[in-house]
């Protein structure tokens, strides 16, 4: 698993360039870019722990249900684009859409953790932290968007309803967390 090869791979799967070098796109590559997801949990310990130090230094934070939390939040993605490629007939594009997609969003969580980070360590203060991390998280719309046309295969239409709907579902596992006061 070699990270630089990867990350071109990501670049090169957002822009108009041949991607498919970049990843292994077997299934046995299909489990491995889920270790990308497990990665995002404590990328997003990180963006939780530096919203819990902005709003009160003191406060204690439930880990457990915050991992938890992110946990489905990351698995929400493989769910809608296996339906999305079984009611639109793209089965054959599932596989590389997940794997590119886990990968990218590894990045993109990574330049999150590292700008929260910057703060934690009273490098950067919040609000340019805050604000580079919340225009980090909305690219991933637009992200989703990307490659919903660019690997799943779907014509601007499909991929923007693709997007919105990953971006959705994403918000409302979120919603109900807090809702439940879980985290």
């Known amino acids: 698993m070699n990270l630089v090869r990867i990350f071109n791979g990501v670049v090169n799967a957002l822009r108009d360039k041949p991607w ?11 489990q491995r870019s889920f270790n990308a997801v497990a990665a995002y949990i404590p990328l997003g310990l990180v963006a939780a ?8 230094n003191t406060a204690s934070m439930p880990y457990g249900s915050i991992a938890m939390t992110l946990g489905l939040i990351a698995l929400t993605f493989p769910l809608i684009a296996y339906v999305l490629c079984m009611l639109f007939d793209k089965m054959d594009r599932f596989r590389p859409w997940v794997i590119v997609r886990n990968w990218t969003n590894l990045f993109v969580y990574a330049m999150i953790a590292a700008a929260l980070g910057l703060y934690l360590f009273g490098v950067l203060p919040f609000f340019p932290a ?6 980090l998280y909305v690219g991933t719309l637009a992200i989703d968007v990307r490659l919903a046309w660019r690997i ?15 971006s959705t579902a994403t918000m409302m596992v979120l919603l109900l967390a807090i809702s439940q006061n879980i985290a």
């Not at 805050?130 to 225009?135: E, F, K, Q």
């Open 130 to 135: 805050y604000v580079l991390a919340l225009t």
């Open 152 to 166: 799943g295969g779907f014509d601007w239409i499909g991929a923007v309803f693709a997007g919105i709907l990953i």
């Open 20 to 30: 498919e070098d970049g990843f292994d796109l077997s299934p046995r590559g299909l």
């Open 49 to 56: 722990r530096a919203a819990v130090k902005y709003n009160d």
